[in-house]
Structure formats: C-alpha cells, structure tokens
Nanobody, 125 residues
Framework: QVQLLESGGNLVQAVASLRLSCAAS????????MGWFRQAPGKEREFVAAFSFTDSRTYYGDSVHGRFTVSAVRANNTLYLRMDDSRPDDTGTYYC??????????????????WGQGTQVTVST
C-alpha cells in the first residue's frame, strides 16, 4: 500500500512563490511517474506537472508551463512543485499522484493508482 502525503499549501498573494512537497511511503514503490493535479471548486481535476522516473523528463500543463517547476528525489520518493509567478487562477486543492503501472503516461488522472489527500493553495489578488 502506497501512501502519499502532500504539504506546503498556503495562502499567498499573486506573483509570490510557493513550494509543495509530496512524500511517498510504502514497500517496493517504483512508479513510472509522479505528478501534480489540481482541482478548483466546481471544476474538473486538472493536470499540472509530472516527473518521469524512467528518463527524468518533466511535463507541464499549458497553464503553468514556464512558471512551475517539478522535481523529484528518487532516493526518498519525494516529489516537489515550485510555483513561481502565482496567479489567482492557480487556486485549488493540489494533489500528488503516482503511476506505477502505465509507462509513457503522465497526465491522465484515471491512470494514476495512488493519490494523496491534497493540500490547499489559495492565491489572492
């Protein structure tokens, strides 16, 4: 059983920076990728960013490309998301997710088998 625990969510003003962390625990945890998704009230869950453990490539959603940076430390199964130039539209609950079974996929929520409880990010004007 894999457990994912997010931290770092906060209330910040627009253009401020924020760093989210996701710590994973569990036996024989070797995901193909881990990623961040977010969900705002009344909206569908949206892909934010992902890190591939296969080739260390990173992937970003269009709305955050150039502003957010995803990184990971394989040794301790930790995923990070640095948010720069934050905007009110970035407000939402940010979820960490792991994909252990599907190589080559990173942005589809239904192909992620483990999810954290989420951490709230609020960006004010």
């Amino acid at each position: 059983q894999v457990q994912l625990l997010e931290s770092g969510g906060n209330l910040v003003q627009a253009v401020a920076s924020l760093r989210l962390s996701c710590a994973a625990s569990g036996r024989t945890f070797r995901p193909y990728s881990m990623g961040w998704f977010r969900q705002a009230p009344g909206k569908e869950r949206e892909f934010v960013a992902a890190f591939s453990f296969t080739d260390s490539r990173t992937y970003y959603g269009d709305s955050v490309h150039g502003r957010f940076t995803v990184s990971a430390v394989r040794a301790n199964n930790t995923l990070y998301l640095r948010m720069d130039d934050s905007r009110p539209d970035d407000t939402g609950t940010y979820y960490c997710a792991a994909n252990q079974y599907y190589a080559g996929t990173y942005n589809q929520p239904h192909l992620h088998d483990s999810w954290g409880q989420g951490t709230q990010v609020t960006v004010s004007t």
